[in-house]
């Protein structure tokens, strides 16, 4: 039974910060990371970090936003700094199982910038 509780949307104005949260339960996980979804686009990768704390983030995010985790909770957190109005959208927290990279995804929660 895995589950993914996500935490830490809201609305802030341009040049502001945000935090996100996600905790998996219920397997063990090879990655964990965050993905967003405006509306009317494709759901885009936004930073991934996987156990041996390999990074990969969007072009777009690099230098603003920092993921970091924490592997015996398993637990990732998307700090966001300077957020722009086009980090608008729908972020879901995605977690890739172990031993077969399954993948389960949160809920989604919503990030509003404002200009």
């Known amino acids: 039974q895995v589950q993914l509780v996500e935490s830490g949307g809201g609305l802030v104005q341009a040049g502001g910060s945000l935090r996100l949260s996600c905790a998996a339960s219920g397997s063990i996980f090879r990655s964990m990371g965050w993905y967003r979804q405006a509306p009317g686009k494709r759901r885009e990768l936004v930073a991934a970090?996987?156990?041996?704390?390999?990074?990969n983030y969007a072009d777009s995010v690099k230098g603003r936003f920092t993921i970091s985790g924490d592997n015996a909770r398993n637990t990732v957190y998307l700090q966001m700094n300077s957020l722009k109005s086009e980090d608008t959208a729908v972020y879901y927290c995605n977690a890739k199982v172990l031993i077969n990279d399954y993948d389960y995804w949160g809920q989604g929660t919503q990030v509003t910038v404002s200009s």
């Open positions: 970090i996987t156990r041996g704390s390999i990074i």
